[in-house]
């Protein structure tokens, strides 16, 4: 994985004002933990860390210039505002080389599943062990011809080296089922209607003329 550098500055002003103020900086206020010390507050550059997690991903490695000593972090816990996607707060873990950490690392899919297949993904991330600058950004997972009734498990994971798998082996990633026919989808609009109290009726026939007024 790559590593970056990047500049932080103690911050000293807190609370929510203080937060505010230090994004209208065009900073992200962050606090480091890790190693048993007192959490750190302090303030990244946003336009750099941003386009350290867009070219690294989401467990970027970064070597914070912090008063003038190194410190290795991962980000931890990334907070982003809800409607514009800004960066609003980040927790930081502190790491040391050759140290071994647990993260959460996304599944990236890849290929097709066979026509007529339906996939179902019941988890986006798993979670492994691995050296802190060693770190997977995602693990690639082939869906390419998989067809009704394959499952792929944490177990079948191909992980890179020096990468252990901390999620339970048997944890169902995905499976593919069977798609639905329009028959299978007709069938159960008709049946949510009737719990529904829906009542359906069938259009008139073109060729059949409209019941007589009997007035």
Known sequence: MSEVRLA???RTDFGKGGARRTRRAGNIPAVIYG???DPKHIALPAREFAAAVRHGGANVL????LEGEDQLVIPKAIQRHAIRGDFEHIDLLAVRRGEKVTIDV???LTGNIAPGGLLNQDHNTVTVEAEATHLPSEIEISIEGLQAGAQVTANDLDLPAGV???TD?????LSVSTAPTAEDLSAESAEAAGELGIVTTAPESAGEPAAADES
């Open 62 to 65: 970064l070597t914070l210039d």
């Open 169 to 173: 082996a048997e944890t169902l990633l």
């Open 164 to 166: 252990t798998l901390a």
């Open 35 to 37: 190693h048993g010390a």
């Open 106 to 108: 996304p599944l990236n």
């Open 8 to 10: 932080a500055a103690i």
